[in-house]
């Protein structure tokens, strides 16, 4: 089977994250919530998970690195915790539900919400967002489309938004390939999703602060501490996380992060090789319609001339290739590109140009009655 939806989920994990997951599994115990010594080392091995994704991610402490479930936690947590009635969010046409639902959430109580369009090149248009901004609360926009794998200029955007206006990034498909430094991009929230490009296990996600960012809780419950008061407390990251935390989930993250801090470039300079030659391969072929550039995501989004995209995922399934197909969780973004449905070839840095090369070969053999 060669898997090529790693947009979706990470297929494969390196080993250091296999080993460390289990290792937490058979040694698990509920992290902070006992005095006991397996509980407390559980502790300081989450504890030492938030210190190697504030370093990863360039975070000013450790104690803003809260962590979720997945991206779209993180993602609700910021917009529903930190955005509240009369004011106005500013967000794009590339980004997926877990940022539209939440603010059509919000529209329905009182918060204004705009769109800015795509450029020219297909990307989300960081001047229209700013023209948009001007009194804003906050901008909310992905890193990189989970579509096309196009990606704005955050550093720049920043550089054109009011100071007071907060920037809430959605990184589930540029987090783990590209470098993020949330200090020098000025980004005031970070969404991680843990599953995909981090090398974590399902189940793993964070949400990274910055120092003046402080979303109020949207969920309420055991932290641990100060259990005699019936509010959440007032101090990070126990005032965003409650209940049991996920500690394997969480071990296999920090494993993730560790792991990339030394190969992140390598990876990044592969994908954006094997994307290409993904690329430069598709626009051979004349019924094929390609809506990616090369990126370092991996992702390829195409569709195939009178045929559903969901019947090419099934041709290309019924071979032993994985893609998707369809809106990817993001109808504002094909509204965009007149698409009623794309093909989403997502590659990760453990697949191979061999991979590629079937791909290709496997789309070419397409019956001619079927496009």
Known sequence: MIYFDNAATGGRKPDEVLTAAVAA??????????????????????????????????????????????????????????????????TTVAEHNSVLRPLKHLSERGVRVRYAPLDRSGRPDIRAV??????????????ASNVTGAAPDIFALRRMLP????????????????????????????????????????????????????????????????????????FYPDRLEAGTLSYPAIVSLGEGALYLSTR????????????????????????????????????????????????????LSEKGICVRAGLHCAPLMHGALSSSGLVRASLSPFNTKGEVEYFIKTLSELPENAH
Do not use: W
């Not at 993904?278 to 995501?297: D, G, K, Q, T, W």
């Open 25 to 90: 599994m058979r040694a698990c115990a509920n992290a902070g919530r006992s005095g006991h010594a397996l509980s407390l080392a559980c502790a300081e091995r989450v504890y030492a998970a938030r210190c190697a994704l504030r370093d990863f991610f360039g975070a000013l402490s450790a104690d803003r690195v809260i962590f979720t479930k997945n991206c779209t936690e993180a993602l609700n947590i910021a917009i529903l915790g930190g955005i509240g009635e009369g004011d106005k969010v500013v």
């Open 130 to 143: 700013a023209d948009l901004a001007a009194d804003a609360t906050a901008v909310v926009i992905t890193l």
């Open 163 to 234: 100071q007071k206006t907060l920037l809430i990034c959605d990184g589930a498909q540029a987090c783990g390939h590209e470098k993020i430094d949330i200090s020098a991009l000025g980004v005031d929230a970070l969404a991680v999703a843990g599953h995909k490009g981090m090398l974590g296990m399902q189940g793993s996600g964070a949400l990274i602060l910055s120092p003046r960012f402080s979303p109020s809780p949207i969920m309420f419950g055991g932290t641990g501490s100060e259990s005699y008061d019936l509010n959440m407390p007032d």
């Open 264 to 315: 992140l470039y390598e990876h990044r300079d592969y994908l954006v090789y094997l994307t290409n030659s993904l690329i430069c391969a598709l626009r051979e072929m004349p019924f094929v319609r390609i809506y990616s550039a090369p990126n370092p995501y991996g992702i390829v989004a195409f569709d195939v001339e009178g045929m559903p995209s969901e019947a090419v995922e099934g041709y």
